[in-house]
């Protein structure tokens, strides 16, 4: 599946972000098996690092969600740095 970038200190989704994402969707939607755990990460840099990744993680997910997937089929973890 295609990761995604945020800007920094950011856990919003960028257009570029979505459109990977959408195409994550169609391999989802075609193989409803699959589960995912969604990873999310920051750099060094960045101010409170486990919120802000979990925030990443959880923005994924809720996408995911809005797009109509079953929220039982995605864990969103957040990683730190």
């Not at 990443?56 to 997937?69: C, E, H, K, N, W």
Request: aromatic residues 8%; proline residues 2%; glycine residues 8%.
């Amino acid at each position: 599946l295609n990761p995604v970038y945020f800007g920094y200190e950011a856990a919003t989704l960028t257009a570029d972000a979505r459109a990977r994402l959408d195409e994550n969707i169609e391999i989802l939607r075609r193989c409803p098996q699959i589960c995912v755990t969604i990873n999310g990460y920051t750099d060094d840099q960045e101010g409170d690092q486990t919120r802000l990744s979990q925030r990443r993680a959880d923005a994924v997910r809720d996408y995911y969600i809005a797009q109509g997937l079953d929220a039982s089929r995605f864990r969103a973890n957040g990683r730190g740095q």
